[in-house]
């Protein structure tokens, strides 16, 4: 399958200020995330993605076309903005009508795809009210909707959970996973939240400094690594001592005994520490990786 | 027992089931930039006559829509009165003048309605995603004014041309004699609409604020009319004359108070350049003209048909530009 969307050498400058820097990428099916703290370059590349500016040098390719040359490949192209763009004196069912009309759709089967695309998102039951009577949680849905209404084949969503509460940034998050693993709708998620990455993506790219720090599946980031996790109730130091006696490099953090590079020598010389200190082991855990080691510990190249 | 239940048909199977087919893929036909064009145009539409909202959203439109038709009405009823050869009501050249005023009222308050509200609410980054181009959408909305500006201008038209039509005492010999009114009017009232939409929709597309679009168009059309006409209105010496014992006062020598430039100074006068032009494509003379297009007659005739597709041109272009300019 030819990738959704390709980033080859994508650079783009402002003056002297560089906003994305030879970035090579491809979105396949899925869910992709695009992470990278403010200002790595997200937004810029979303723009050259939509065709809304053109890039300084490099190319980018959505659907197989050049978004700056050509309009018609975003009638298969969905984007939600992170910023307020809706109407308020329209209601929602109106408003989605409309936009999916200005998407191509005749405007029979508009209709019936807002009818779908309202119940899919939760929002058939306020369908008839106006956008400016809705909660924040309801007007991102409304922009989801939006995006989705015409049946994109890939849709770009700008930090979706931005501005709502835990309650609504669950169903959120749940919506866009319905979205890119049960609709078939692939998507390209900008954030620089990493647990919306962690709960919804399959892939990650990761921007900083409008350069592509990282690229690879997001189990990859979050696999188990040989760094063991021993959490101990009581005997701390004296289990330390053990463990330090029998040559195994190990640092305390609170409750938490960190063992680097854990092997089956390791994994028994812990055994014999906690049989002979009679400490109450509470956990024996390898440490999983999480999308925020990426930060810490920098760009390593998967 | 409850009653209401007690009625209910007692029922020992299932009589339906319910399903939920899940997310259902769309493969129906998708029209593209055609499509859009057209849902903006017709979007635009129903925003500026109000269908779709409250009834208040509707009543400036009505009102303006039955301003401009009770003129024509009136000079209708009163041709079925007096009858065919009565000169003293206004024919169809004078029929643009008489309704100007409202035109603008209804361009100035109107227009930015297309434009200014999608700005403000950034609806207008969620069009520009969309197979569209930024001058697809300006000119969509453009067309949309234009079309209702263009309904009005003719309805009045169309409604005086019958009347005289029907109120002649040979009605055939009526249309042989004034057959060229009729494209003249159409081609008269299509540059009026062109005038009325582009100016105020040029204004809006620097303004996030109707209120403030609104008000600056106003202000240019009405001031600039007014300091207009006041430097090109004429200035006279006083004659004494004696008239059967008693001594009067004579204008002579009447010439604006601007001089020779009074004649350049009119065009600057947005409504009377525009009226100057609608005489032109009537071929008349206004009967009582404003000291401004009494002034620009001193011109070519290309001169103020020249002026006027600057004031449409230019606001035009800037539509296209600020347009083309945008970014989300």
Redesign the interface.
Known sequence: MPPLLQAAGLTKHYGSTIALEDATFDVHEGVTGLLGPNGAGKSTAI?LF?G??RPTAGSAEVLGTKPYET?????R?G?M?E????????TAS?FLM??A??????PA?ART?TA?ILR?VGLDEERYRSIGEYSTGMRQRVKLA?ALV??PVLVLLDEPTAGLDPGGREEMLDLIN?TGH???ISIMLSTHLMGDIERTADRVVVLEDGRVAQEGPVSQFTKATTTLLVEVDDQHDEVTRLLLANGVTTTRQGQVLVIMDAGDAELDAVRDALAETGARLRRLAPHRGTLTDIFRDGPRGV | MDPVASDLPVTSSPQGEVFDL?????D??????S??R???YW?GVKLVLGI??GPKAKILPLLLFISTMFPAVVFVIILSFVGEGENFLPGPADYNGIISFLLILFGAIMAPELFT??RK???L?????????STDYALARVAAFMSIVLVLVYSGQIVLQVGLILTAVEPWEYIKENWEDTPRFMAAGFLMAMFITVIPMAVATFMTRRAYASAFVIGLFMVGTFVVNGLTSESCDAEARSEGGRIKLEAVDCEPVTGDAAKYIALLSLIDTSLAVNYLVFDKEDDDPSPAMLASRELHDAIPIGAYGLYTLIPLAVIWWQYRRT??
């Open positions: 723009k939509l809304l500016i309009v018609e490949g975003r009638t192209l984007y903005p910023h307020e763009c809706l109407p308020s004196s329209v109106e409309h936009m009309q200005v998407s191509g759709l005749p089967h795809r779908d899919h939006q015409h049946d319905r049960s609709f078939g | 899940g997310y259902q893929r769309y129906g036909p998708r029209e593209g930039r499509r859009a057209k849902a903006i979007d779709g909202r509200p999608d609410d950034r609806v980054d969620l069009y520009l995603v969309r197979p569209i181009t970014r989300i």
